[in-house]
């Protein structure tokens, strides 16, 4: 089946700096999402790419979805220690009545003050 | 806006019991899904509800699980019996009509003894 790999698995990096993180599939995707999980909770949506190419914002996080559908990166800018948690993108393929999203594995973010 | 609803939050039950979780989406929402999400994983699909139908159960073990969503509101999972490699997060998320993003409930961690 369609499988997601994230790189890279984890990162510990000191308050302030930029983070970036990434996502590859053998197979194209119709539109890709970055969630964030924090300990004991379900995922939270971040960002939504719907369209190859396109680059979005929120906050301090952007995303870009790869021009040939088959990847897509999230940068975090100027960290903070809120920032801490598992990053995991998820692509969507519409099939059967509306399809469903396949996870990658995740980024464990650490951030140190 | 209320979210998706799940209990219990925590069960811990011995191999070859059974176990059920309850999920109530987010009001209106079409689409319900199950996920389990196994420790160091992203989540996995169970099953994938559109209103009362089942859309997607390709990837629940039907010899031990099952799920109902009856109304096609609030729904159910099932394992019985219940071995030790059940133990994880199973998450419930939903999403409205023709959506994409899909939002997701706190979770229920499963240790099985």
Same mark, same amino acid.
């Given at each position: 089946?369609?499988?997601?790999?994230?790189?890279?698995?984890?990162?510990?990096?000191?308050? #302030?700096?930029?983070?970036?993180?990434?996502?590859?599939?053998?197979?194209?995707?119709?539109?890709?999402?970055?969630?964030?999980?924090?300990?004991?909770?379900?995922?939270?949506?971040?960002?939504?790419? *719907?369209?190859? #190419?396109?680059?979005?914002?929120? #906050?301090?996080?952007?995303?870009?979805? %790869?021009?040939?559908?088959?990847?897509?990166?999230?940068?975090?800018?100027?960290?903070?220690?809120?920032?801490? %948690?598992?990053?995991?993108?998820?692509?969507?393929? *519409?099939?059967?009545?509306?399809?469903?999203?396949?996870?990658?594995?995740?980024?464990?973010?650490?951030?140190?003050? | 806006?209320?979210?998706?609803?799940?209990? &219990?939050?925590?069960?811990?039950?011995?191999?070859?019991?059974?176990?059920?979780?309850?999920?109530? &989406?987010?009001?209106?929402?079409?689409?319900?899904?199950?996920?389990?999400?196994?420790?160091?994983?992203? &989540?996995?699909?169970?099953?994938?509800?559109?209103?009362?139908?089942?859309?997607?159960?390709?990837?629940? &073990?039907?010899?031990?699980?099952?799920?109902?969503?009856?109304?096609?509101?609030?729904?159910?999972?099932?394992?019985?019996?219940?071995?030790?490699?059940?133990?994880? @997060?199973?998450?419930?998320?939903?999403?409205?009509?023709?959506? @994409?993003?899909?939002?997701?409930?706190?979770?229920?961690?499963?240790? @099985? @003894?």
């Amino acid at each position: 089946g369609q499988q997601l790999n994230q790189s890279p698995q984890s990162m510990f990096i000191q308050e #302030g700096e930029d983070v970036s993180m990434n996502c590859t599939s053998s197979s194209i995707f119709n539109t890709w999402l970055w969630y964030k999980q924090d300990p004991g909770e379900g995922p939270v949506l971040l960002i939504a790419l *719907y369209k190859a #190419g396109e680059l979005t914002s929120n #906050g301090r996080l952007t995303a870009q979805f %790869g021009i040939t559908r088959k990847d897509s990166f999230l940068n975090i800018s100027a960290s903070i220690p809120s920032d801490v %948690g598992i990053y995991f993108c998820a692509g969507h393929n *519409y099939g059967g009545s509306q399809g469903n999203l396949i996870f990658g594995k995740g980024t464990k973010l650490s951030v140190k003050p | 806006e209320a979210g998706v609803a799940q209990s &219990p939050r925590y069960k811990i039950i011995e191999k070859r019991q059974s176990v059920a979780f309850w999920c109530n &989406p987010i009001s209106g929402h079409a689409t319900l899904y199950w996920y389990q999400q196994i420790l160091g994983q992203g &989540p996995k699909l169970l099953i994938q509800f559109q209103n009362n139908g089942v859309v997607d159960d390709s990837q629940l &073990p039907k010899d031990r699980f099952s799920a109902e969503r009856l109304k096609g509101v609030d729904s159910t999972l099932k394992i019985q019996p219940a071995k030790l490699e059940d133990s994880a @997060v199973y998450l419930c998320a939903s999403t409205p009509q023709g959506g @994409v993003e899909a939002f997701f409930g706190q979770g229920t961690r499963l240790t @099985v @003894v």
